[in-house]
């Protein structure tokens, strides 16, 4: 699928991955719909985009404002036919912690909420409505999904088993999505990052940082948000890539700690 002229929504558009995703998408003609809660960062990324972006506050739990985000696509540009969804939230909490206090129950639902019931929820609503559009190509594809998961799906540190486990069901979900939207000519994919230098190592100190970034196995550094959006313009653009999760990690395998 040529991304040209395409539209594409991008959850957690308004930062990391997936504000370089929606400038990747842009810059290569397509139309982006940023779906995110920062209503100081999104709206300034669309106004600095341009005419071919807008942004709409969303809580990807939430049906009805995924629903109002799917209705501005259609309404602004036409049609959809690229979900990504990066919005996601972390945390660490063992499963027994100190003084034996188990794991908070609370924690553990918002992680799998937002992480994977969000992800399900953006994909489903998008689905339905790529289903409704005419092909785009000769091989009658009509959308595109690409979910995000992480290396912790496959090698969960230690604290991590409610991050680990929405990640893993992401993982776990990609070719059942995909097997039953390939009627709809739907392709469905997941990047699995590994160590990806967003915002939130910008604070850490730098031993840390060369720390990890010696625990990748080459190149020796962090990957950039722009190597996972230029791997979500390949998989966009292969017409035979589905139900595939890629792991972009630098050969990186987590230890436990």
């Given at each position: 699928m040529d991304i040209k002229n395409k539209v594409a929504l991008v959850t957690g558009g308004a930062s990391g991955l997936g504000e370089a995703?929606?400038?990747?998408?842009?810059?290569?003609?397509?139309?982006?719909?940023?779906?995110?809660?920062?209503?100081?960062?999104?709206?300034?990324?669309?106004?600095?985009l341009g005419e071919n972006a807008i942004y709409v506050n969303t809580n990807v739990t939430q049906e009805d404002d995924v629903a109002t985000a799917i209705d501005a696509a259609m309404s602004h540009f036409g049609a959809i036919?690229?979900?990504?969804?990066f919005a996601g939230i972390g945390?660490?909490?063992?499963?027994?912690?100190?003084?034996?206090?188990?794991?908070?129950?609370?924690?553990?639902?918002?992680?799998?909420?937002?992480?994977?019931?969000?992800?399900f929820n953006v994909l489903r609503l998008a689905a339905a409505q790529m289903a409704t559009?005419?092909?785009?190509?000769?091989?009658?594809?009509?959308?595109?999904?690409?979910?995000t998961a992480s290396v912790a799906g496959y090698e969960g540190q230690i604290g991590q088993s409610?991050?680990?486990?929405?990640?893993?069901?992401i993982i776990g979900m990609t070719i059942c999505l995909a097997r039953d939207l390939s009627q709809h000519g739907i392709r469905v994919n997941t990047i699995a990052p590994?160590?990806?230098?967003?915002?939130?190592?910008?604070?850490?100190?730098?031993d840390k940082l060369n720390a990890l970034e010696?625990?990748?196995?080459?190149p020796k550094r962090l990957g950039r948000a722009e190597e996972i959006a230029h791997l979500a313009c390949y998989i966009v653009e292969s017409d035979y890539t589905n139900g595939e999760t890629i792991r972009m990690d630098g050969g990186i395998r987590m230890t436990p700690r």
């Open positions: 995703t929606a400038k990747t998408y842009v810059a290569k003609g397509a139309k982006v719909v940023i779906m995110d809660m920062n209503d100081e960062r999104g709206p300034a990324l669309a106004e600095d036919h690229i979900c990504n969804n945390g660490a909490h063992k499963t027994v912690g100190r003084e034996n206090v188990p794991h908070p129950l609370d924690h553990w639902k918002k992680v799998i909420d937002v992480n994977l019931v969000g992800t559009q005419e092909p785009v190509t000769e091989c009658g594809s009509r959308g595109v999904i690409i979910n409610a991050y680990a486990a929405s990640k893993g069901g590994g160590l990806i230098h967003t915002p939130i190592f910008n604070k850490m100190p730098e010696a625990t990748v196995l080459f």
